[in-house]
């Protein structure tokens, strides 16, 4: 029986793409999908190793290089192990058949006769031979068919194990893994000097300020195109030096181009907009009477990314042979003019090239990205908009490498945030509390300014030259895919009748793009927040009103799992002003089941004492590795429940340092208690964005258990909760 090829290796069927059996005893792995600190690689690794029969040790997995690795687009949404890992699961099981047969023609022997263990064939009479004695890149130059069935579940010995991470060793020594780390000979150091604020234009550039820039020792370069200034220089202080005397002789104008802060939602829900109806089902049962209306409105500012590591990015541009860059593409001994050569930390290094070529006028043949982990992000940082810095600097010294690393002020500054966004939800219910119609209506920008969702080149540095153009507001996803704003508005639970409108703003005051979890944390807020409305103006516990509602025997069992781990019904809180509350999501209604139930505490301001998480994820790879995962995103969602908001003026924005734009605290980080229930057979799912919407949703549900104040703007500051209360 043939299986069908997952999208990833549909898309990328030849086998030699995806690994190499090396003679030296190694299984190179080429996964398209990126290590974002997500631990992927190992689960990656775990799935090779256990379809080939070798040591885990035995794995090395080679970063993505465009024209070598696998296109998997980018590593997003949670989806890296339902395509990566399944993509790999049918190539290594077709590789191993193929490697079985060969060693059964060596031993002269029939194939099932022969065992396998750590990369080792053994014949019945205790001859044997291996996977690198019969190494031959030619042997997976073929496609993928689907005819060798993987290994079943029964038999796996290292997936669903607590493997370590294998990229943590060399994390936690201190040995150069990063992106910044890169040290290539003859490296040089750019620095970009960016406008003061959203709408300046550069008006002059003091030649004599140029000429002195120009004159500092170790300065190689100085840039101007349009708006676009960087220098580049052999010492990173220097380059430092010389970007702030270009900085002082710029003069620009600006204008005021943002909206008021503190009328935020004001601005959301008039601004121009395109209204989609998403989805509509149903209609309320047939005689059935609504004794009541409710509604609530719900707002999230805008958030930035705020890893903890500036973004970064080293560039070569060279005019000789483009195979002496890439090693990939070109025709080795022919000249070219301009092959440029990208170490990034992007997540999809495909589709960065694609953009830069686009910006450049340059062949994507002649573009090569290479992956080097950053400090992590959360979906669509700077990582990009760094490249094209790098890039543009190198051309301005062809053949020296040259590495620009952003700012704080940068990162936090023009990096691209998470959208902010209004959220009405409404419900017609009977006299027992039943919902008979559900309406969520949505106001704000999209969630994709991410290369190629856009027509113009969304990449910042692009946008400020003398030929760019200003960054088109973000797109939406479609919402089978998942959605953008649209995201986890559709309900999960049995309504007999919704409704889910969304109005994507047509224009963009700030830049935003995908964020963790995307629309979905502010939708997931609203939802679970307005439904425990419900169940309090019903006399109903939550647990029972979601329970009520839902037939879905994997959600029932994630919320029935949580509030029996976190002892829902055995107590209350312990304290004064102390509350819990609960919330449920499967995330994007196709992914990991998620509940969660969080126990805050009250007083001065709000802090979350502990959350308890129950997540049904199928089959886990790696448990501790998921577990890590479902506790970071919920620890992140408590950061920006409880303290994030981008700040501006009418000019740019203000919370460019960790003074103006606080997180989470070491200090302040709850207990996280993490349940997985059994995969009983059911394929993997994403889990690293299930969290985050329950978590604030359970977050603001406690709070109102606590204080009997129903807070519907984030974050939940002593702010925002003292103008909760009643008048």
Known sequence: MTTPLPPSLAANPRLSAWLRVAPDGVIELRPGKVELGQGVLTALAQVAAEELDVGLDRIRAIPVTTGISPNEGYTAGSLSIQHSAAALRLACAQARAGYLAKAAAKLAAPPGDLTVADGVFRAPDGRRVSYWDLADDALLDQDATGEQPPKPASAYRLVGTNVPRLDLPAKLTGQPRYAHDLAFDGLCYGRVVRPPSRGATLTSLASDGVAAVRALPGVLAVVRDGGFLGVVAEGEETALRAAERLRQAASWSASATLPDEDDLPGFLVTAQAETTVLAEHGHPPAGTSATGARSATYHRPYLAHAS????????????????????????????????????????????????????????????????????????????????????????????????????????????????????????????????????????????????????????????????????????????????????????????????????????????????????????????????????????????????????????????????????????????????????????????????????????????????????????????????NQIEGGAVQAVSWALKERVRFDRHTVTSDSWETYPILRFSEVPAVDVELLPGAGNPSLGVGETAAGPTAAAIGNAVFDALGVRVRTLPLSPENVLAALPD
Not at 447 to 457: A, D, L, P
Not at 579 to 597: D, E, L, M, P, W
């Open 308 to 627: 903890m590591g500036p973004s970064t990015a080293t560039a070569r541009y060279d005019t000789s042979d483009i195979s002496d860059i890439s090693g990939t593409s070109g025709t080795s001994g022919t000249s070219h003019d301009g092959a440029l050569h990208v170490w990034s930390h992007t997540q999809g290094p495909y589709l960065l090239r694609a953009e830069l070529a686009r910006a450049l006028g340059l062949p994507p043949d002649h573009v090569t990205v290479t992956h080097a982990e950053g400090a992590g992000c959360y979906g669509h940082n700077g990582a990009d908009d760094v490249a094209l810095d790098a890039a543009l600097l190198a051309m301005a010294v062809p053949g020296r490498p040259v590495q620009v690393v952003w700012s704080r002020a940068d990162e936090l500054g023009w990096a691209p945030f998470g959208a902010s966004g209004v959220v009405r939800v409404a419900a017609d219910v009977d006299p027992e509390g039943n919902i008979l119609h559900w309406r969520h209506e949505i106001w704000g920008n999209g969630h994709s300014t991410r290369g190629g969702s856009v027509r113009s080149v969304a990449l910042l540095g692009a946008s400020h030259r003398e030929s760019g153009s200003a960054i088109d507001p973000a797109a939406e996803p479609p919402l089978v895919h998942g959605g953008g704003a649209g995201r986890n508005a559709v309900p999960y639970y049995d309504f007999p009748a919704w409704k889910v409108v969304n109005h994507r703003l047509l224009e963009m005051p700030l830049r935003v793009s995908a964020l963790r979890s995307l629309g979905a944390f502010l939708n997931v807020f609203a939802a679970e927040s307005f439904l425990d409305e419900l169940a309090a103006a019903a006399g109903q516990d939550p647990v029972a009103y979601r329970l009520a509602r839902l037939s879905d025997p994997r959600a029932r069992a994630v919320i029935e799992a949580a509030a029996r781990r976190a002892g829902w019904a055995a107590r209350a809180p312990d304290g004064e002003s102390a509350g819990r509350g609960i919330a449920f999501a499967r995330y994007k209604n196709t992914s990991a089941y998620c509940a969660v139930v969080a126990e805050v505490d009250a007083v001065s301001e709000i802090r979350v004492r502990r959350l308890t998480i129950a997540v049904d994820a199928g089959l886990v790879i790696n448990p501790d590795g998921a577990a």
